[in-house]
């Protein structure tokens, strides 16, 4: 079955570096997105990406971050200054055409700032 | 802004009896539910979703309702098994809007 790869599964950064978090969307999926749950809470939205543009972001996706699509089959999510706040289980999620919403998602990268 | 909301944060059920899992939410403008299951270090798995012109949907053993006046929604697992031990994400989504808001989760537990 087609599935979502999220990589590096864990990464341990100083507060304030930057960091990129690397996922590979389903081949034939055009819709990708980003959510994160920060420990004991619910998994929240960042952003949605679209024919290469950011179609919609949650307040919490701030200047500090910004994606990309940098080669057609990699989706990038990069935080340019960590803060500690940034620490959580960053899940990347595609989806095909069409009004089905379930999308897939990745197993997840769990970011630890120091 | 607990616009969706899963009061029971965790069940316990027997294997082979019913587990129900409740979910409800504020925002009228939500038009599409879904429900997922995680497992513990993997990404949130769709299970089952409906449409608010919906009542009911059912998938094998996992079936979804939705109360529209109550703004309430639920899922029951029959016959629950032991491999459905995991913690159950119920989301929304409105028209128009590609985010889904999640609810905070019910960890389920089935009892061999």
């Known amino acids: 079955e087609p599935e979502v790869t999220q990589t590096p599964s864990h990464q341990v950064t100083q507060m304030g570096q930057e960091v990129i978090l690397r996922c590979v969307p389903i081949s034939n999926h055009l819709y990708f997105y980003w959510y994160r749950q920060i420990l004991g809470q619910k998994v929240e939205f960042l952003v949605s990406f679209y024919n290469n543009e950011i179609s919609e972001k949650s307040e919490i996706f701030d200047d500090q971050f910004s994606v990309e699509r940098p080669d057609g089959s990699n989706f990038t999510l990069k935080i340019r200054s960590t803060k500690l706040e940034d620490s959580a289980m960053y899940f990347c999620?595609?989806?095909?055409?069409?009004?089905?919403?379930?999308?897939?998602f990745g197993s997840g990268t769990r970011l630890t700032v120091v | 802004d607990q616009q969706v909301k899963q009061n029971s944060p965790s069940l316990s059920v027997q294997e082979g009896r019913i587990s129900i899992l409740n979910c409800d939410y504020t925002n009228s403008m939500f038009d599409y539910f879904l429900w997922y299951k995680k497992y513990p270090a993997e990404g949130p798995t769709f299970l089952i979703s409906?449409?608010?012109?919906?009542d009911k949907n059912e998938d094998g053993r996992f079936t979804v309702f939705l109360n529209k006046s109550a703004k309430h929604l639920s899922l029951h697992i029959v016959p629950s098994q032991p491999g459905d031990s995991a913690v159950y994400f119920c989301a929304a989504s409105a028209q128009g809007n590609e985010k889904l808001t999640f609810g905070t989760g019910t960890r389920l537990t089935i009892i061999p």
């Open positions: 409906i449409s608010s012109i919906k």
């Open positions: 999620a595609s989806r095909g055409t069409g009004l089905y919403y379930g999308y897939t």
